[in-house]
């Protein structure tokens, strides 16, 4: 029987989470941690603020909001992935961040009241995820009118020849990688093609309307092999 989108994301993330953190350095050439201390500048977050962080896996944007909210505020971190989950955990604890509480749920439905959250943020989640709208409407639901959503996923340069190079490095080269690192070939094809599959820019920025949010913008990374999305939630 074919697994679902779901099924086999759950199955892939199960199993690549004790290389996590590593493989992410390895494939985005330690870029990733630039696009987020970039996007965390434009968002601005304040001291005291409430923030939940999608799809949050091993917690590393959950722990730079945390640092952002300080202790006076809180954060939540939500993932589908046990074994991330727990890697997560021990970060968070090492860390100290008492205002961090890690929780094991469904981006598609999110465990939250209506209105409950200054910031929503899902950082390299959303490609994974069976319907991208569905999980847009529930950030944009537990979101305090005004509140900020913001979303951090891979893209699709626009850039003849530099576009065709980025297909076909996360066509063959990143799988490669993934198993001469993490001796994961199957899961970290899987994470390429849904990347690749991932709406770009512009589709996104409209589907981000369409999920109610206002004042849209996006801004592309290290030409635009990543962008982040932002919108608020009307008044």
Request: hydrophobic fraction near 40%; aromatic fraction near 12%.
């Amino acid at each position: 029987m074919q697994q679902s989108k779901e099924e086999k994301v759950h199955h892939v993330f199960e199993k690549i989470y004790g290389n996590y953190d590593k493989m992410n350095s390895v494939i985005s050439f330690q870029q990733h941690k630039r696009w987020r201390n970039d996007t965390m500048k434009i968002m601005n977050v304040p001291k005291g603020a409430s923030a939940l962080d999608v799809c949050c896996g091993t917690a590393d944007w959950t722990m730079a909001l945390a640092e952002a909210v300080g202790p006076e505020g809180s954060v939540k971190g939500l993932d589908f992935s046990q074994n991330m989950l727990a890697v997560g955990e021990q970060k968070v604890a090492a860390a100290g961040m008492e205002q961090v509480e890690l929780i094991h749920g469904n981006a598609m439905e999110l465990p939250f009241e209506d209105n409950t959250f200054d910031y929503v943020t899902i950082g390299f989640g959303l490609r994974n995820v069976p319907d991208y709208l569905q999980v847009l409407s529930e950030m944009n639901r537990v979101l305090k009118p005004g509140g900020m959503a913001v979303c951090l996923e891979t893209s699709q340069p626009q850039l003849p020849v530099f576009k065709e190079g980025y297909m076909l490095y996360f066509r063959y080269v990143m799988p490669a990688i993934g198993r001469l690192f993490a001796k994961s070939y199957e899961e970290y094809s899987w994470l390429q093609e849904s990347a690749r599959h991932f709406p770009d820019m512009k589709e996104l920025a409209r589907m981000f309307q369409q999920a109610g949010f206002e004042n849209v913008r996006f801004k592309a990374h290290t030409g635009g092999v990543a962008a982040t999305h932002y919108g608020n939630k009307t008044y």
